[in-house]
């Protein structure tokens, strides 16, 4: 799937992000920002919601440095420690690497596995849509 086509929402549906409160940070110019994600795959902070990643992040960077005009928030804004970009590019070329993000102690390997497994079942209708979305919450429940 290309990167324009990737979107929170969808990361969130296929397991690699859930959303929460406090699980989005973005740090620039000594001003570090923590936000919640939702379930649409929007970004609530300072009581206004964001339908993208970089517009999140240009907010966030424009109260320090006016002049700022665009802003790619992806390669900057993290999700519980890891970038956006990493978490995207990983499931865009279809692995998540062996090794854990640095603040995570979650196996990315089996998660991937999992994940897997359930289209699997999807794609050989073994399970539907419904219990797709109850066995993906439950791998997202063990992300730490």
Same mark, same amino acid.
């Given at each position: 799937m290309p990167h324009s086509k990737t979107s929170l929402k969808h990361l969130i549906d296929v397991g690699l992000l859930?959303?929460?409160?406090g699980l989005i940070s973005l740090s620039y110019r000594n001003n570090?920002?923590?936000?919640? =994600?939702?379930? %649409?795959?929007?970004?609530?902070?300072? @009581?206004?919601?964001?339908?993208?990643?970089?517009?999140?992040s240009k907010c966030v960077k424009r109260s320090?440095?006016?002049s =700022?005009?665009? %802003?790619?928030?992806w390669d900057c804004? @993290?999700?519980r420690g890891v970038p956006l970009s990493k978490i995207r590019d990983d499931y865009t070329i279809g692995h998540v690497d062996d090794e854990d993000p640095?603040?995570?102690?979650t196996d990315w390997p089996k998660v991937k596995s999992d994940l897997r497994q359930?289209?699997?079942?999807?794609?050989?209708?073994?399970?539907?849509?419904?219990?797709?979305?109850?066995?993906r919450v439950k791998i997202n429940s063990k992300i730490k």
């Open positions: 859930r959303a929460g409160k570090h920002v923590v936000a919640d =994600l939702l379930e %649409d795959g929007s970004i609530s902070w300072n @009581r206004r919601v964001f339908q993208t990643v970089s517009s999140f320090t440095n006016q =700022l005009k665009t %802003d790619n928030g804004v @993290r999700f640095p603040t995570s102690s359930i289209q699997d079942l999807l794609v050989n209708k073994l399970i539907d849509n419904e219990e797709a979305k109850i066995l």
